[in-house]
C-alpha cells in the first residue's frame, strides 16, 4: 500500500495495481495523441495541412539597432497611454515559406488557400524579418495593441490605433507597413 507523494495527508489514497496499469497506458498512446496533434486534415480536400511554425518574439533575434528604435516605439506608444506588444520578429525559412503560401495553393512546401500575406518566399527573395537569415539579423517586426486587461487586441486595418503605432514607428526613423503601396500591413514596421 503506497500513497501519492505531494497530496496534503487527508487527501491521501492508495495506488492500486490496476491504477498503475491505466497511467502505462496512458503513457503508451500520448505520443500517439501527440502526432494527432501535430497536423491538421484539410476537410475539403482530405489532405494533410502543415502546421504553422511557431513565432519568434525574442528581442535579441532582432538586428541590435533596429531593436533599440523598436523598443523606442513601444515605450513612446506605452507613454502615450497606447501600449503595443512585439508579437513576431526574425522568422526562420520554414515561417516565411509558410506565410508565402497562404493565397498560393501550387507554392510548396506549405501551399494553401487564404488570403496572400506576403511577396518574400523566403528562399529567393528574403523578407525583412529574416534580416541575412540568421538569428540576431531580424530587420522587421510585427507588433499589436493591448487591452485593458493585458491581452493582444487585433482591431480593424481602419482603426485609429494603426495610424498612432505607424506615427511611432516613423518618429524613430522605422518604416511603417500601413503606408506601403501594396499589400498595407499595419502590424509591420522595419529598418530602413
Same mark, same amino acid.
Request: with cysteine; proline share 6%; net charge positive.
Given at each position: ?27 503508451? /498512446?500520448?505520443? @500517439?495523441?501527440?502526432?494527432? &496533434? #501535430?497536423?491538421? +486534415?484539410?476537410?475539403?480536400?482530405? =489532405? $494533410? ?54 493565397? /498560393?495553393?501550387? @507554392?510548396?512546401?506549405?501551399? &494553401? #488557400?487564404?488570403? +496572400?500575406?506576403?511577396?518574400?518566399? =523566403? $528562399? ?69
Amino acid at each position: 500500500m503506497s500513497k501519492r507523494k505531494g497530496r496534503h495527508p487527508r487527501q491521501a489514497r492508495k495506488v492500486t495495481a490496476k491504477a498503475v496499469r491505466g497511467r502505462k497506458k496512458a503513457r503508451r /498512446r500520448s505520443p @500517439a495523441r501527440a502526432r494527432r &496533434r #501535430s497536423t491538421a +486534415i484539410d476537410v475539403a480536400f482530405k =489532405g $494533410v495541412l502543415a502546421v504553422e511554425p511557431p513565432r519568434n518574439s525574442r528581442l535579441n533575434d532582432l538586428d541590435p539597432a533596429f531593436r533599440v528604435k523598436l523598443q523606442a516605439a513601444l515605450a513612446d506608444l506605452a507613454a502615450r497611454g497606447t501600449p503595443f506588444k512585439f508579437v513576431e520578429g526574425f522568422r526562420t525559412v520554414e515561417r516565411q515559406q509558410w506565410l508565402f503560401g497562404s493565397g /498560393r495553393p501550387d @507554392a510548396g512546401p506549405f501551399g &494553401r #488557400s487564404g488570403s +496572400i500575406v506576403t511577396h518574400r518566399d =523566403g $528562399v529567393r527573395t528574403l523578407s525583412n524579418h529574416q534580416g541575412t537569415g540568421t538569428a540576431g539579423s531580424g530587420k522587421a517586426a510585427d507588433c499589436y495593441p493591448l487591452k485593458a486587461d493585458g491581452r493582444v487586441h487585433i482591431p480593424a486595418a481602419s482603426d485609429s490605433v494603426w495610424q498612432l503605432y505607424a506615427d511611432a514607428v516613423i518618429r524613430q526613423g522605422l518604416a511603417a507597413g500601413l503606408h506601403f503601396r501594396t499589400l498595407k500591413d499595419a502590424p509591420h514596421c522595419e529598418l530602413l
